[in-house]
């Protein structure tokens, strides 16, 4: 499987935040521990061991088998849970949503990096063990992120109403969901490999949540993933002094606000990702999950009639802390404190948001993550390639902007130069001699003589770009074939990894699709990924 790579800032795909975190640019490292590289995770596992609590490997062991009681579980992820009991094994994490079928391509890439990285630390320090971690985000309440894949250009969406956390959501409309997805599927071996998968996650489980962690487990089970639901009493139990503390004291709220504000001064005018609110807990309880706010000493729950004195809601914290929900300030500190984790692998929204949390880490005395961009792939089909190449047309082209690329190949193919440079070059020679000579008389000729070369420049740009027009007119066939090529491997001008579903190229290529991007995937290899399938 032919390979190819080009670096993330030239996709322009990705924000400068996260091409400046990748080049190590000193105005960045006040806000992460340590970079990612392979020599770096020496002295990361020695920090872990230090601060991590040891005595909650046994409660992180006993949810988790808890947690797969209802599942065939490898041998491989069963030891990788048996090793979790010991000091010198350490996790790898990644986490995502709930997507329906998975969603986009991307969560695949998230959980081979993390897989991988496990692999090439294993390598690297041989006396130490490393377990990759998928965290599911059951708490989370956004469902109109989560309730549809895409397929073949169309929108596959499961439609019903709810609320609270999604991972309680029963799969009332999922046959009919399974109806209309299966109805799109061919007679092949492969068609039927993916109707059993739909039909055995979400028609034989009552819950998000189960059939999400069937469906993962089924597909990475192999490879030794364990999968980790967060909303489980046991472990919210070792987050209770930290929801307490929230609680109390809002000390994530003046942390991540002091770090915004620090990056805000920053020369580079980066984009804050999430700002903090003075308390970044949710209250989870019989399908509701909705802030907490405080009010002259009165804590409630938002939008409900729930009440408390400050010794009410602790007594509630303590009695089920279960009921304690993190936002997306707080979920990452509730993630470290539970896991001897050492890194966390996201995409570049994710890594974003995590880089303005560090001094809250600092704060709690929570060892901080070294935080690793996942692996972004595009995968291009041997005839697609064949088309480019005919076309005269480079894989990295594919990522400008469709205009750009149109104009780009009609350049390219034209057998007039469109290119006006020198005629531009030449005129601005000639009058550096009318300068020459404004320069004898008054100003009010030099303006003159400036207007002029504004005029002639302009008409000038003017022919260039109706000769441009009139040739992509003259090309439009070899054009639209372009332009139909992009559309495939861009959908919606964007990443194929933000739109498609592994269910595409399951449809062709089966179980391996998987197996080759867990051999071709490197997560501290820091360049776009070209994949031919």
């Not at 397929?151 to 019903?160: A, D, I």
């Not at 990056?263 to 399908?287: C, D, G, M, T, W």
Request: proline share 4%; hydrophobic share 35%.
């Amino acid at each position: 499987m032919p390979t190819d790579c080009i670096p993330f800032k030239e996709t322009n795909y990705f924000s400068s935040l996260i091409t400046d975190y990748l080049d190590e640019k000193a105005d960045l490292k006040p806000f992460y521990n340590r970079f990612p590289s392979l020599e770096n995770f020496e002295a990361q596992i020695e920090e872990k061991q230090l601060s991590y609590n040891k005595s909650n490997r046994s409660d992180v062991v006993k949810a988790l088998m808890m947690q797969y009681e209802d599942l065939s579980i490898s041998s491989m992820t069963l030891t990788n849970i048996d090793l979790l009991k010991h000091g010198t094994t350490f996790t790898v994490t990644t986490g995502h949503q709930l997507n329906l079928f998975t969603g986009p391509l991307y969560f695949f890439y998230k959980i081979i990096s993390t897989i991988n990285l496990c692999k090439t630390l294993k390598d690297r320090y041989p006396h130490y063990n490393f377990v990759p971690v998928y965290w599911m985000a059951t708490e989370d309440h956004d469902f109109e992120e989560i309730n549809f894949f895409n397929f073949k250009g169309k929108k596959v969406q499961w439609n019903r109403d709810g609320s609270g956390g999604v991972g309680e959501f029963d799969l009332q409309g999922l046959d009919q969901v399974y109806e209309v997805f299966s109805a799109q599927l061919d007679s092949s071996i492969n068609a039927k490999s993916l109707k059993k998968l739909f039909q055995q996650a979400y028609l034989e489980h009552d819950t998000l949540t189960k059939a999400t962690r069937f469906l993962v487990n089924k597909l990475f089970s192999i490879y030794g993933l364990v999968i980790l639901d967060g909303n489980d009493p046991i472990l919210k139990k070792l987050y209770k002094p930290f929801i307490e503390d929230e609680l109390i004291h809002q000390s994530s709220f003046k942390k991540v606000s002091n770090t915004n504000e620090a990056l805000n001064a920053l020369p580079s005018n980066y984009k804050i990702q999430v700002n903090p609110r003075e308390i970044n807990l949710f209250y989870l309880h019989k399908h509701i999950r909705e802030r907490i706010l405080e009010t002259d000493g009165v804590f409630g729950v938002l939008d409900t009639d729930i009440r408390w004195t400050k010794e009410e809601l602790l007594a509630e914290v303590n009695e089920h802390p279960e009921r304690f929900s993190p936002n997306v300030i707080l979920r990452p500190l509730y993630q470290e404190i539970i896991l001897p984790n050492l890194c966390y692998i996201g995409g570049g929204g994710e890594l974003a948001y995590w880089l303005q949390l560090k001094s809250n880490f600092e704060a709690q005395n929570v060892t901080f993550p070294m935080l690793l961009l996942r692996n972004s792939v595009l995968l291009i089909t041997a005839k697609q390639k064949e088309k480019l190449e005919k076309m005269k047309v480079s894989v990295p082209d594919l990522f400008l902007k469709q205009d750009d690329l149109l104009t780009k190949v009609t350049k390219s193919i034209s057998d007039i130069n469109i290119d006006f440079s020198s005629q531009k070059a030449q005129l601005q020679k000639q009058f550096e001699g009318l300068y020459q000579l404004a320069d004898q008389t008054d100003k009010s000729f030099k303006g003159a003589v400036a207007a002029q070369e504004v005029k002639q420049i302009k008409g000038l740009e003017n022919l260039e770009k109706r000769l441009l027009k009139a040739q992509k007119r003259k090309f439009d066939d070899v054009l639209e074939r372009v332009r139909m090529l992009q559309d495939e491997l861009f959908p919606r001008q964007s990443l194929q990894e933000r739109h498609m579903n592994i269910s595409e190229f399951y449809l062709e290529y089966g179980e391996d699709i998987i197996q080759s991007l867990v051999q071709h995937l490197d997560p501290l290899h820091s360049e776009f990924l070209i994949l031919e399938v």
